[in-house]
């Protein structure tokens, strides 16, 4: 017996020295990430540093030496990879790259759509992977790189996958008043605009035909389109463009005076897809799946996420959102926050091996974070100041998951708008009940609108109603003496 005890807790302390090591590379990692433009040393360097580094690091723990010295080396080794990782994901024109042509002067480009279209009422926009760049005096010149091509027309609409040849003036991104718009488009790996291009399909002739990849995304796609519509048929405007904000993250359509009554009023954070969206709709979901154990609903609800991610288009926004989404469910009913603290930064550090720039310029990963985090750490607490709301269909649960991933956006939110909403606490606590239930009705009313029009109508009544008094609670807030503050 006291054998067996003795195990358990050696085993218990084994994994408490883990976690600090796994916390230490972390942490050690994600500040190095956001310090990380203002580091000079060499690539060579850094390795070098690395290798010793990780060779004691194994020593140590064959040696069975002290876990300080464990620890102290794994930040080491967080610092090292972290600093590769930014020294490396720098990116450095040369002149095959689109951008070092762009100059402001008018070209002709051969590419392939690499991304879904960007309709908007007056402009649809697309992303192109530069192939070839025919410039003034007719020269052919092989080039690689994205370029964001504006369609001022709008028809005909093209499709992933397609070859266009696309004319205009070939321009860098440039700052937007206090918009580091250069700075977001970077994130997705856009360094070249051609705004008002003249846009024609290529001659496919000595084109091959499309690959599988894109034939899967084309359909990705294409679905994504039905469930936009979907949402166009069973709601006016700007209803359906407020539910296709919370849904997926979209503010296509949404009028210029709701987008800045919803930053006046300091809740514009609920219509950036992040991990707070796809945590209430798992937790709703999880509400109604309340006669299955918990440990035997997690498979449905994983089912139900990747559905999800599918229908809203599958981006690489709505697939981190999904990942937050499931990390902040756990955390939710488990209750471990340790597990869930860990889950969030191993995520954070795949996210940021991809890509770092999203620590810095990527306002929806900085929100999925930040949520998250809320509510991993502040749910406990909310649900004992919450235990008057009925714990009905997952109730509690959402609306906690609600209020804490508000807590802990608003400090960002502040920054991003470089305003205070005095407003907001209160506009939040109001809108917070009602955010749940309008995803997860907007949500199963567009899946039903695409199944059979007329039921997917009566069930979207209800959502109306709620995005209704969302729409009309913003008004009002946005609207009161002193509800803002510009910083």
């Not at 991933?405 to 809108?431: E, M």
Request: hydrophobic share 50%; charged share 15%; with cysteine.
């Amino acid at each position: 017996m006291d054998h067996a005890r003795q195990g358990i807790n050696g085993d218990t302390q084994c994994m408490m020295k883990a976690s600090r090591i796994s916390y230490g590379f972390l942490i050690a990692f994600i500040l190095t990430i956001a310090l990380g433009y203002f580091v000079t040393a060499t690539n060579e360097i850094l390795i070098g540093i690395g290798f010793v580094a990780t060779m004691c690091f194994f020593s140590l723990f064959v040696a069975k030496k002290k876990n300080t010295l464990a620890l102290l080396l794994s930040v080491l080794i967080g610092i090292m990879l972290a600093t590769v990782v930014v020294k490396t994901s720098a990116h450095v024109t040369t002149n095959g790259d689109i951008e070092y042509y762009a100059n402001g002067n008018s070209v002709t480009v051969h590419g392939k759509i690499v991304d879904a279209a960007d309709i908007r009422p007056t402009v649809t926009k697309y992303t192109v992977m530069a192939e070839q760049l025919v410039d003034g005096e007719e020269n052919a010149i092989p080039v690689s790189g994205k370029i964001l091509v504006s369609d001022m027309g709008g028809w005909p609409q093209y499709r992933y996958g397609e070859r266009i040849t696309i004319t205009g003036t070939l321009a860098r991104p440039e700052p937007i008043e206090d918009f580091a718009y250069d700075k977001y488009l970077s994130v997705q790996g856009i360094y070249a605009l051609m705004p008002r291009a003249k846009i024609e399909l290529a001659d496919t002739g000595d084109i091959a035909a499309p690959t599988m990849s894109d034939q899967f995304f084309r359909g990705l796609f294409a679905v994504r389109s039905r469930f936009e519509s979907s949402i166009n048929r069973i709601l006016p405007e700007p209803h359906a463009s407020l539910l296709a904000g919370l849904l997926t993250g979209s503010r296509r359509g949404i009028p210029e005076k709701l987008t800045d009554d919803f930053r006046m009023a300091g809740i514009t954070h609920i219509i950036a897809i992040s991990g707070y969206n796809v945590t209430i709709i798992l937790t709703l979901l999880s509400g109604f799946l309340f006669w299955i154990p918990l440990k035997k609903r997690f498979p449905f609800l994983i089912a139900a996420i990747i559905l999800f991610a599918i229908f809203v288009g599958g981006s690489a926004s709505v697939v981190r959102a999904s990942i937050m989404g499931i990390l902040g469910l756990l955390a939710l009913q488990t209750g471990r926050q340790t597990t869930a603290r860990l889950s969030i930064l191993w995520t954070a550090f795949f996210m940021l091996c991809w890509n770092p720039l999203s620590l810095w310029y990527d306002a929806s990963f900085q929100l999925s974070f930040l949520a998250v985090i809320g509510i991993t750490e502040l749910s406990a607490p909310l649900k004992k100041f919450l235990r008057f709301v009925p714990d009905t269909l997952a109730l509690r649960e959402s609306l906690t998951a609600t209020i804490a991933a508000q807590i802990a956006t608003l400090p960002l939110t502040i920054i991003l708008f470089k305003q205070i909403s005095l407003i907001a606490p209160i506009t939040n606590l109001l809108v917070a009940p009602i955010i749940p239930l309008a995803m997860l009705l907007g949500f199963i009313a567009t899946i039903v609108g695409l199944l059979w029009l007329p039921l997917g109508l009566l069930v979207s009544y209800l959502c109306f109603a709620l995005l209704h008094a969302i729409i009309w609670i913003a008004n009002i807030s946005a609207h009161l003496p002193l509800a803002v503050i510009s910083l």
